[in-house]
């Protein structure tokens, strides 16, 4: 099932992807985490990946993200086929082209806000200034802060200003709210939704928390690692406005 286009929209695809199929083994079972998964993500758009656990969400981001191979088919990010590209050339891919947001922080202790963000700035292209990440996400007052003396929601937010500092192309977020309360999930889902609107980033947020489904422009729902439908929220809500 191929995902249709954004209506009314002539937007370029930016990463497009062609029977998806991911096999792996775990003692002695084969696993089918992908069944044949067709997906395009548009330039600018912001996009949720709905799903339960083991929907074969994060296999799917993994792949798209050049974290993972798949076992069969073809993920073409613009004009590079990132299913034969070689290690090196995915590395490239990976440093230049993608931002990562995970559940869980993965945030240097040692280092202050504005530190933890210039790990990634100073292998960068041509990235943002570490300050102007951090008052994107709305931290530009804790930007001498270490970890511990962060909130959780605040933590994370870090970690978005880490991931688009370099300014990726795309946004790949695997469960961004899923270690935090309603509360401070909301203020990380609003600080996604400012990276997309003001610097245009093609944002992909993977969820099992179907409200947070009302933020995005689409809504591609996975089960038994296929796609089950599409949808466009309709009225879509922003990230202040979803109560789970």
């Not at 191929?2 to 199929?21: D, F, I, K, M, N």
């Not at 002695?28 to 799903?51: S, T």
Request: net charge negative.
């Amino acid at each position: 099932m191929v995902a249709p286009a954004l209506a009314g929209s002539p937007r370029e695809v930016v990463l497009s992807a062609r029977g998806l199929t991911k096999q792996y083994r775990m003692g002695e079972i084969d696993v089918i985490a992908l069944r044949g998964v067709d997906i395009d993500l548009y330039e600018g758009e912001l996009m949720v990946l709905l799903g339960a656990s083991g929907s074969g969400k994060s296999t799917l981001l993994n792949i798209l993200g050049g974290l993972d191979v798949c076992s069969d088919g073809r993920v073409v990010y613009r004009d590079l086929e990132l299913t034969t590209a070689d290690e090196e050339e995915l590395t490239a891919y990976r440093r230049r082209h993608v931002g990562f947001v995970f559940q869980f922080y993965n945030l240097l202790p040692s280092l202050t806000a504005r530190e933890n963000v210039e790990l990634v700035t100073e292998i960068a292209d041509n990235p943002m200034d570490a300050a102007e990440a951090l008052e994107l996400v709305g931290l530009g007052s804790r930007l001498d802060h270490f970890p511990a003396q962060l909130s959780g929601g605040e933590q994370q937010r870090v970690a978005v200003a880490r991931a688009v500092a370099k300014r990726p192309d795309v946004l790949l977020c695997d469960e961004p709210t899923g270690a935090l309360d309603f509360e401070t999930g909301v203020k990380v889902l609003a600080a996604l939704e400012r990276v997309n609107q003001e610097l245009g980033t093609t944002t992909a947020i993977i969820t099992h928390n179907a409200p947070i489904a009302a933020i995005a422009e689409r809504v591609i729902t996975l089960a038994d690692g296929r796609i089950a439908r599409v949808e466009r929220p309709s009225p879509r809500k922003r990230a202040e406005e979803i109560r789970w």
